[in-house]
T-cell receptor, first 113, second 112 residues
Framework: NAGVMQNPRHLVRRRGQEARLRCSPMKGHSHVYWYRQLPEEGLKFMVYLQKENIIDESGMPKERFSAEFPKEGPSILRIQQVVRGDSAAYFC???????????FGQGTRLTVV | TQLLEQSPQFLSIQEGENLTVYCNSSSVFSSLQWYRQEPGEGPVLLVTVVTGGEVKKLKRLTFQFGDARKDSSLHITAAQPGDTGLYLCAGDSGGGADGLTFGKGTHLIIQP
């Protein structure tokens, strides 16, 4: 896990609010992946980004969810108008190149109340 | 849709025993990774296997990739309480799909 930084570790939002999750990849890594983990479920791929580009967002809900990885700064996963079903652990992973070993951050636990 | 089935889902054994957990799929993967996840933490990469039939050892842990690259196993010798955790396998298709496909994991408890 060393090197991939996610914040906040815990986030509580009321229904209808926005949630912003941040991820700084390991040094030298320009590929970022976001996953969601529900209780007793496996990690589900959401989106894959490289700097300034969304490469694959096939696992991300079409509405309310968006992701970015700007030229400068961390990758951001944004969830607008959160609902209770969005409560989950969201993990970011980074890799040096596509289809190489991915290293995960400690995750952000989102709770929607 | 690619699926990875892990078995058993739960396993509780005594310290010193040996165990094997399995990761199976009907799909071929270009590589397969094993992770261990502890409560409240992110998955930690243990090993990546790439070649069919490949065997990798990490101290008391032995990982094998099936010849057809559809399945994998993790064998732990003389299990210790520190081995307790959730073990996840994840496959990389290497093709168009850019994310890893994860199994639901094996919850392993090693009792002292």
């Amino acid at each position: 896990n060393a090197g991939v930084m996610q914040n906040p570790r815990h986030l509580v939002r009321r229904r209808g609010q926005e949630a912003r999750l941040r991820c700084s990849p390991m040094k030298g890594h320009s590929h970022v992946y976001w996953y969601r983990q529900l209780p007793e479920e496996g990690l589900k791929f959401m989106v894959y980004l490289q700097k300034e580009n969304i490469i694959d967002e096939s696992g991300m809900p079409k509405e309310r969810f968006s992701a970015e990885f700007p030229k400068e700064g961390p990758s951001i996963l944004r969830i607008q108008q959160v609902v209770r079903g969005d409560s989950a652990a969201y993990f970011c992973a980074s890799s040096r190149q596509q289809h190489t070993e991915a290293f995960f951050g400690q995750g952000t636990r989102l709770t929607v109340v | 849709t690619q699926l990875l089935e892990q078995s058993p889902q739960f396993l509780s054994i005594q310290e010193g025993e040996n165990l094997t957990v399995y990761c199976n799929s009907s799909s071929v993967f270009s590589s397969l990774q094993w992770y261990r996840q502890e409560p409240g933490e992110g998955p930690v990469l243990l090993v990546t296997v790439v070649t069919g039939g490949e065997v990798k050892k990490l101290k008391r842990l032995t990982f094998q990739f099936g010849d057809a690259r559809k399945d994998s196993s993790l064998h732990i010798t003389a299990a210790q309480p520190g081995d307790t955790g959730l073990y996840l396998c994840a496959g990389d298709s290497g093709g168009g799909a850019d994310g890893l496909t994860f199994g639901k994991g094996t919850h392993l408890i090693i009792q002292p």
